[in-house]
């Protein structure tokens, strides 16, 4: 079993994976951070940089927390690269953060929260930004 | 160079230099095709100037050759958008090509519309998106715009081809 | 020839609405192409050739002279904010200004680029205005003889002294020559390399073949070697500059044009040297050159108005002489040809109006740049998050229909498939395409000054030598092409101190070229007496 979370380099993505250490912690499981790209464009700002997931790649373990750290760029969108995650690492639960959107702005982008929401096999814990 | 020894492996670039002296004896044998009398107003004639140049190509390719031979290599051109150390993505060059070729193909008989689609929508394909609606609208706007616009704003009739009667 | 009167002439043509239209969209477009990344301004003009042809010839240079300009600017905005120079001349900007950025300094590296890039690149265009009637004045008194020496001069120059490997060089020029050899010659209408096929007679449409080199091979390059980890993009405001910041990029800046307009004048100069050149020197003079390497202003400032001072000196010889040396030059010149017009130094006067105009266009193309791009930054910024499979889609969609459009016949993009791939087979093994595109545009004029001469001459080979002006023009060729040889035998017998372990790649670089150049100089003065 194990807990894993989408992670953006975002306050939300920050919240969401403190709260995942806290629930890896709590049930002594396996953390899988998923922190993917569609590589589309030349830039995209929710893919994180290396220094920094090197840098939760050194804070995981000093926390006690076994981890594995999955940065895939492979055309799929987020939600899909966390369902697969989920499915293949037999996931207790998921943790994503979540945003504010507008309405309309959830019309025009469709919402990887809610699609994860509605699609994943296990629960769902959604955090939002402090 | 029947068989693709060991000691060939590698060595694609040889191929380069294969390729150029391909090229010098081609523009060798058609400049020495040529049957020019002597004249007075032009005592250089239309070959000089080939021989020249097949001569350049062939120092060229037989020096090419020893350097690839002893080693040497040619630089890979980088880019903004250009990361070298995966190796060349076969699986994006042919469909992109296929999708050229295709247009080639159909551009006379079925006509800019439908040719242009399919030539932008193989190529977004063959690049890794995978909004096939999307891409295929897009697709359709860009060559109805095109064509439209080469009609209307510079007066270049692209051809209609099966659409004929109906743009 | 007055050249005030001219020029405000040109500014008249310039400043009509239409003409300023074009300019606007010149230099949007161009910016755009500069920032996004696998496009370049030459690609640009040779996807735009075919459009214009329905645009007067002056518009249409008028929107060159934009794009030009343009992306020089906006390509430096990308090295800035993502640290990835598209070309060796922004290899030095993206390594200071990126620090700059990361150092939470993007605003001041992107506005001492762009306030550089203003006032290098009118400095340089005043310059060009000023030189380029000089150098025309100089070369119409020249004959056949000098003309032929110059253009092989220009080809050599560009083939040997530019680009890592002079013998990949020659071979990209060998293939350049033999494709310019296509179709009809033009004295005795002989078919040469038209294997029976009617529709080569007419030769290879210079459209073509650019669109063919310069995107079709480009875009299945960068498709094989997409770059398939995002980026990140640092975020910017607004550019601006404080008072200090100020005070120590105004020197950087007119150094650096010093450095460039010659260089870029040059048949042979580029951009590349200047660049590194402006960069030693503003470390040598800094008062804080322990911020080199670590985000110094002047390291921006001064390679950056380099750049673009190398980017106007380089129309000199364009439009003085016909001479391009760089690749959005030959494209340009390429698009002289297919408008019918005879580049050379009669441009002045058969087409005076339309130089004048593009030149006006350049200072205008150069203001509008300022003006449109302090604000703009951030915007530009955003165009990164482009989907790239359609970037690249939309250069083939372009170039297809660009290439088919010029003739109507399906042939043509069986020909720009075959040297598409023939670009691409160029890049893969570093055959710079420079010198295979100068190979096809000037080959054929080279063919003719040497008939011209030898028929002047009555087949007589000494005829070549019959200008003092050629004389002097091979000794200088003769050089270049020795040159590698001499600086062999210079560095066996005083074997150069090999750069400590420590230093950074790019000092030992910058190192290099300053000391190459500065044995260039060195031989020259020896050879001269």
Same mark, same amino acid.
């Given at each position: 079993m194990t807990v894993v979370v989408g992670y953006v380099p975002t306050p939300e993505g920050e919240a969401a994976l403190t709260q995942a250490i806290t629930e890896a912690r709590r049930s002594n499981t396996t953390l899988v951070l998923i922190n993917s790209s569609k590589?589309? @464009? @030349?830039? &995209? &700002?929710?893919? @994180?940089e290396e220094g920094d997931i090197q840098d939760i790649g050194e804070r995981l373990p000093s926390q006690g927390i076994q981890y594995l750290i999955k940065r895939p760029v492979r055309g799929h969108d987020a939600a899909a690269e966390v369902l697969d995650a989920a499915e293949e690492h037999n996931a207790e639960l998921i943790v994503i953060g979540l945003r504010r959107r507008t309405p309309v702005g959830k019309l025009i982008m469709g919402s990887t929260s809610q699609r994860i929401l509605l699609e994943a096999d296990c629960p769902v814990l959604a955090v939002k930004a402090r | 160079m029947t068989s693709l020894t060991t000691g060939l492996k590698g060595r694609s670039e040889l191929g380069v230099a294969l390729l150029l002296g391909a090229a010098g004896v081609l523009v060798f044998l058609d400049a020495n095709g040529l049957v020019t009398p002597y004249s007075k107003s032009d005592p250089v004639g239309p070959k000089t100037v080939p021989f020249i140049v097949a001569g350049m190509l062939e120092v060229c390719a037989v020096l090419l050759a020893l350097n690839v031979l002893r080693g040497g290599k040619g630089e890979a051109e980088g880019g903004e958008d250009v990361d070298l150390a995966h190796p060349a993505d076969w699986k994006t060059i042919l469909p992109l090509a296929g999708a050229f070729i295709l247009n080639i193909l159909l551009i006379d008989w079925a006509g800019w519309v439908i040719s242009g689609t399919i030539l932008f929508w193989g190529s977004v394909l063959a690049l890794g998106s995978r909004h096939y609606v999307r891409d295929g609208l897009i697709s359709v706007a860009l060559s109805l715009l095109t064509f439209y616009g080469f009609y209307l704003g510079l007066g270049i009739a692209l051809p209609a081809g099966l659409l004929e009667g109906i743009l | 020839m007055d050249v005030w009167s001219s020029l405000m002439d040109g500014f008249a043509t310039a400043l009509t609405p239409m003409n300023f239209m074009y300019a606007v969209i010149g230099v949007i477009l161009g910016t755009a192409v500069g920032v996004l990344p696998g496009l370049g301004p030459a690609m640009t003009v040779a996807l735009l050739l075919p459009v214009t042809y329905a645009l007067e010839p002056t518009s249409a240079f008028i929107m060159f002279a934009g794009i030009y300009y343009g992306g020089m600017y906006g390509g430096s905005t990308t090295s800035i904010l993502l640290n990835t120079p598209g070309e060796s001349s922004s290899v030095v900007t993206a390594i200071e200004g990126n620090k700059m950025a990361k150092a939470g300094r993007a605003a001041q590296a992107l506005a001492t680029a762009a306030i550089g890039s203003f006032v290098a690149g009118t400095i340089g265009t005043a310059l060009l205005a000023v030189c380029a009637p000089i150098v025309v004045k100089f070369a119409v008194s020249l004959g056949a003889p000098s003309y032929f020496a110059i253009m092989v001069l220009a080809l050599l120059a560009v083939t040997a002294v530019l680009g890592s490997s002079r013998l990949r060089g020659f071979a990209s020029l060998g293939l350049g020559l033999a494709i310019g050899l296509v179709g009809m010659d033009s004295v005795t209408g002989q078919r040469r390399l038209t294997f029976g096929q009617p529709l080569l007679a007419d030769g290879l449409d210079i459209v073509v073949v650019a669109v063919a080199i310069f995107a079709v091979g480009e875009a299945l390059w960068v498709a094989a070697y997409l770059r398939r980890t995002p980026l990140h993009a640092i975020p910017v405001g607004q550019p601006w500059m404080g008072k200090f910041d100020w005070k120590r990029s105004w020197m950087p800046w007119l150094r650096g044009t010093a450095f460039g307009f010659p260089f870029g004048a040059l048949p042979a100069g580029g951009a590349e040297i200047p660049t590194f050149l402006s960069y030693v020197t503003e470390k040598r003079l800094s008062k804080h050159p322990e911020e080199f390497g670590k985000g110094a202003i002047e390291g921006v400032a001064g390679p950056e108005a380099a750049n673009n001072a190398a980017a106007a000196g380089t129309l000199t010889p364009m439009l003085a002489l016909g001479l391009p040396t760089n690749a959005t030059a030959a494209v340009m010149l390429a698009a002289f040809t297919s408008y019918g017009i005879q580049p050379g130094p009669q441009l002045f006067t058969s087409q005076g109006p339309l130089v004048w105009a593009l030149i006006a266009s350049l200072f205008i193309g150069n203001f509008l740049l300022l003006i449109i791009n302090l604000p703009l930054a951030p915007m530009w910024a955003k165009l990164l998050q482009l989907p790239r499979p359609y970037l690249y889609a939309g250069i083939l969609f372009f170039a297809t229909l660009g290439a088919y459009s010029v003739n109507l016949q399906a042939f043509d993009l069986v020909i720009l498939l075959v040297l598409g791939a023939l670009g691409f087979m160029m890049r893969r093994f570093g055959l710079p395409v420079l010198p295979l595109i100068l190979g096809v545009i000037l080959g054929p004029r080279i063919e003719g000054q040497l008939r011209k001469t030898l028929q002047l001459s009555a087949g007589d080979p000494a005829g070549l030598l019959g200008e003092p002006i050629a004389v002097g023009i091979y000794v200088i060729i003769g050089l270049i092409l020795l040159w590698p040889f001499a600086y062999k035998l210079f560095r066996r017998s005083r074997p150069v101190a090999a750069p +400590? !372990? !420590? +230093? +950074?790649p790019l000092a030992t670089e910058a190192g290099d070229a300053v000391h190459s150049n500065h044995n260039a100089v060195y031989t020259n003065h020896k050879e001269r007496p």
């Open positions: 590589g589309e @464009a @030349a830039v &995209d &700002d929710r893919f @994180a | - | +400590a !372990g !420590g +230093a +950074a």
